[in-house]
């Protein structure tokens, strides 16, 4: 089977980027990082990428509108050759004409246990509501904001004196973990988005 050629979409440091690159360059992993994008010209992971020999891709957003931008994202997309997208940390929401034209070929990862705390200050949602239980999801992305057919879950433990940050850490280090896993799954052909659904075989 050859390798999907996938692109990951940043906005800062890539660290579920570096995962996914350090994932794939696993002998026998189903995907290639091929292109790493961002809208931000000094996001830190696009160095990052750059010394994994990765190409990469800049597209401000500043003056555009979400429709200019996400057409000039899908024509770089296809520009390169992809066939999967990763968002990581990617601060944009995409329209919904963008989100259709890669049904079932664009993942994302979420710091909460999804459908519970969806958008952004997850930790802080998640401490204000007393929850024991937190962690990470990755899904599928769809039109309505994280709402996407679950793939992978990590569980977090909430200890009593955890601030935003100190759960965030734990989090984070999950997401490391199960993105990889996720983009295997969809890469080998072992989940797929199907009526809504997520269908694994």
Known sequence: MTAKRTAILISGRGSN????IAAAANPGYPAQIALVLSNQPLAGG?????????AVAIIPHQGKTRSQFD??????LREHGIELVC??????ILTDDFVRAWAGRIINIHPSLLPAFKG???HAQALAAGVRI?????HFVVPE?????????ACVRVEPDDTEASLAARILAE???IYPQALRLLASGRVRLEDGRAVFS
Request: with cysteine; net charge negative.
């Open 87 to 92: 968002l990581a940390g990617f601060m944009r």
């Open 17 to 20: 980027m570096a995962a996914l």
């Open 71 to 76: 057409a000039e994202l899908d024509a770089t």
């Open 46 to 54: 696009l160095k990052r990428a750059q010394a994994h020999n990765i």
């Open 175 to 177: 997401e490391h973990r």
């Open 145 to 153: 904001l994280d709402a996407g057919p679950i793939i992978e879950q």
């Open 134 to 138: 937190s962690g990470c999801t990755a």
């Open 120 to 122: 952004t200050h997850v």
